[in-house]
């Protein structure tokens, strides 16, 4: 593997969508998973991972 960096936030979905607004993007879509790379051990399934697209607004 080449590609062994990794950098991470940690951030919640809400202040990741107000800086979006703030900086003038509108939020075209949010989507929250369940599953994915991040799995968390067996039990109730919760959102661990979502997937966002942001386009300039006007």
């Given at each position: 593997?080449?590609?062994?960096?990794?950098?991470?936030?940690?951030?919640?979905?809400?202040?990741?969508?107000?800086?979006?607004?703030?900086?003038?993007?509108?939020?075209?879509?949010?989507?929250?998973?369940?599953?994915?790379?991040?799995?968390?051990?067996?039990?109730p399934?919760?959102?661990?991972?979502?997937?966002?697209?942001?386009?300039?607004?006007?």
């Amino acid at each position: 593997m080449t590609a062994t960096v990794t950098v991470e936030w940690r951030h919640g979905v809400g202040d990741v969508v107000t800086a979006l607004a703030a900086a003038g993007l509108r939020v075209e879509f949010l989507h929250e998973h369940d599953r994915g790379h991040f799995r968390l051990p067996a039990g109730p399934r919760v959102p661990v991972v979502y997937s966002l697209r942001a386009a300039k607004a006007g």
